[in-house]
């Protein structure tokens, strides 16, 4: 049984716990929230995680492991400090890494508290076949994500671009993964993942289109070296409560969890 505290439950944390709560192997003893949210998450907590605490620090014992599902913030005010005590980590938020200092710090914070720092695939594939193949040598990684034109507004790409008025799929932004993940933050988790996975944040490149005739979010990966080509097109449904995520990010959640008290592992 390993003994979970998770961090957040918004949607894709409350996705979760519905996805989890009959998992024999996982129990969830904690959640961390705002002090505004308690109220509502002790409520949910009733039903999908009986017995769990509800609060804003993570308990001083008893924990196994730290899911976060919250955002940057909840990385830097609890994760890193898990890590330091020796509770390994699984992170939703990837593309937080992309940002200030984040990601040494995080490898930092688990070398000293031997602990490991587990990053979801999320809402893309072939992160596997990837990782792989960097082992081998990479030699060009292209992720290219294709979002309906509205669903850019609110970024950067609003101020370039009439997002209403496109007729045609408009590339937004094409450069580095940094560069992307920090001008385009709430698109930032799939490219920080990829680049992660292959060639890093500066090397992976990231080409943004707003399409006015599509209907999902589409990703797509082009990636050659030594092993050969890889050329991977996934369209994502959302998650029924929050249009903005992908549901296959909360089931790369469950799965890692899987993994991580799984017999039989792949």
């Given at each position: 049984m390993l003994s979970i505290a998770l961090i957040g439950c918004g949607a894709i944390g409350e996705s979760l716990l519905k996805s989890i709560r009959y998992d024999n192997h996982l129990q969830v003893a904690a959640i961390v929230v705002s002090k505004r949210s308690i109220d509502r998450v002790a409520r949910l907590?009733?039903?999908?995680?009986?017995?769990?605490?509800?609060?804003?620090?993570?308990?001083?014992?008893?924990?196994?492991?730290?899911?976060?599902?919250?955002?940057?913030?909840?990385?830097?005010?609890?994760?890193?400090?898990?890590?330091?005590?020796?509770?390994?980590?699984?992170?939703?938020?990837?593309?937080?890494?992309?940002?200030?200092?984040?990601?040494?710090?995080l490898e930092t914070a688990a070398t000293n508290g031997r602990s490991q720092v587990h990053l979801i695939a999320g809402a893309v594939g072939a992160i596997d076949a990837i990782a792989a193949a960097k082992i081998g040598?990479?030699?060009?990684?292209?992720?290219?994500?294709?979002?309906?034109?509205?669903?850019?507004?609110?970024?950067?790409?609003?101020?370039?671009f009439n997002l209403a008025t496109l007729t045609e799929a408009t590339v937004v932004f094409e450069g580095s993964a940094r560069d992307a993940a920090q001008r385009f933050p709430k698109n930032a988790?799939?490219?920080?993942?990829?680049?992660?996975?292959?060639?890093?944040?500066?090397?992976?490149?990231?080409?943004?289109?707003?399409?006015?005739?599509?209907s999902t979010n589409i990703h797509t990966i082009d990636a050659s070296g030594a092993f050969g080509e890889l050329n991977l097109t996934l369209s994502n449904r959302p998650l029924s409560d929050n249009p903005k995520t992908s549901a296959l990010t909360v089931y790369s959640m469950v799965r890692t969890l899987q993994n991580l008290t799984g017999t039989l592992v792949i």
């Open positions: 907590a009733e039903t999908l995680a009986p017995g769990a605490s509800v609060s804003e620090n993570i308990p001083d014992s008893g924990i196994d492991l730290v899911v976060e599902a919250a955002g940057h913030r909840a990385i830097e005010a609890h994760v890193l400090p898990a890590l330091k005590r020796g509770i390994s980590a699984v992170i939703a938020s990837v593309g937080a890494l992309a940002m200030d200092d984040l990601a040494p710090r040598g990479l030699d060009k990684v292209l992720y290219t994500g294709k979002k309906p034109a509205l669903a850019w507004q609110g970024t950067p790409a609003e101020l370039q988790n799939v490219a920080a993942t990829i680049a992660l996975a292959s060639l890093g944040l500066d090397a992976t490149t990231v080409r943004l289109i707003a399409d006015p005739k599509a």
